[in-house]
């Protein structure tokens, strides 16, 4: 094993997690509430997915599986790839991803710029299922390449058992609080079910979230087109295990862009299209539940890389939306303060 690369991988562990933790203030329906969110944007690459990155790299570094011949090769929907092109570089190993061509174009560009091998896989030869075929194609030619594996490792799960789950416990006990709920949107399912793992023996419920007009965990496949990036892909991840966790929850892809506009230009917190979904959810359930809800969630990334979609759009509001009724308020933020 080498020690240059665990010493690499110190000097990072040093930069991913612990970020801060949200109280945003709102009214809904004549109500107030307080949502609790992960600022995940404060993240090296600027999303959740550096979590799961380092996890999956450390552990590997320390079970032989990288050295510093590997090259890290991952099927992904955009900030997983930044993340492992960034984290991998950092360590100084090659990186290449494939990815579906109709992500954004920031994505590829951040990728192509720390130096990994982007290679686009049209909807012809098989989109988000056929990127995941040339990773594991390659893997069992090449015996350099290390496969991350995110949809399956369970790495990506620890990474929020350990890391996201008890971040959070620790920032609300600092405020006297106790979780009673955790919602977050489903892409691989690592931080719903690494939270779940932490929450949900302390009676707190834990909810995936999916886009309503791609309604794939409740199905089973995709049904339609949605425009939260990074969520709801073909197919459901084989970490994610819904008989583990509480209700679905449904947020419709044009509800969280309005939202996530929203809390761009009341709150100046600049996140991306899923941020808004989980803080829509995180208020439904907040909701349900009643008097006395303590319900948290991630924003799992910044709005940087939407530039070109819809997010930077006017998007019309339809009856159903929810936002529209939703009156931001103010947030506080805090890290864990380890004195106490
Ligand atoms: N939001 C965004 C923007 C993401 O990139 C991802 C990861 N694909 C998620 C949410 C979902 O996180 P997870 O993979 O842990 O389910």
């Known amino acids: 094993m080498s020690d240059e690369l665990r010493a690499r991988c110190r000097a990072l562990k040093a930069l991913v997690g612990n970020t801060p933790l949200l109280g945003i203030r709102c009214t809904w329906g004549g109500r107030a509430y307080t949502i609790h969110a992960k600022l995940e944007t404060l993240n090296p690459t ?3 997915k550096d979590r799961m990155a380092l996890q999956i790299l450390e552990e590997a570094i320390e079970s032989g599986a990288i050295d510093e011949e590997s090259t890290i090769v991952e099927a992904t929907s955009g900030n997983t790839g930044i993340a492992f092109a960034s984290l991998g570089r950092a360590l100084g190993l090659a990186v290449r991803i494939y990815m579906p061509d109709w992500m954004s174009r920031e994505r590829k ?3 192509a710029s720390f130096g990994a091998d982007v290679v686009d896989i049209t909807k012809d030869e098989g989109g988000f299922l056929g990127s995941i075929r040339r990773a594991r194609e390659d893997g069992a030619s090449d015996p350099h390449v290390f496969l991350p594996s995110q949809f399956e490792n369970p790495a990506n799960a620890r990474a ?13 006990e600092d405020q006297g609080l106790r979780p009673t709920g955790f919602v977050a949107g489903v892409g691989t399912g690592g931080t719903v079910m690494g939270v779940a793992e932490v929450f949900r023996p302390m009676g707190a419920t834990v909810h995936p979230l999916e886009p309503s007009n791609s309604p794939t965990l409740r199905t089973g496949h995709r049904v339609g087109a949605h425009r939260i990036q990074g969520i709801s892909d073909e197919f459901i991840p084989e970490l994610l295990r819904l008989d583990e ?17 929203k809390l761009s230009s009341v709150l100046g917190l600049g996140l991306g299209i899923s941020s808004g979904a989980n803080f829509l959810g995180a208020l439904q359930v907040a909701r349900e539940q009643g008097e006395g809800a303590v319900v948290a969630t991630v924003f799992a990334d910044s709005n940087k890389k939407y530039l070109s979609t819809d997010l930077f759009r006017e998007e019309s509001i339809q009856s159903d939306h929810i936002t529209p009724d939703v009156e931001l308020l103010s947030f506080s933020a805090r890290r864990h303060d380890p004195r106490g």
């Open 160 to 172: 929020h058992s350990q890391g996201t789950g008890p971040e959070i416990l620790r920032q609300l």
């Open 245 to 261: 966790l509480d209700s679905i929850v449904d947020v419709d892809d044009g509800d969280a862009i309005l939202m996530a506009q």
């Open 109 to 111: 560009q951040l990728m």
């Open 46 to 48: 600027g999303s959740v």
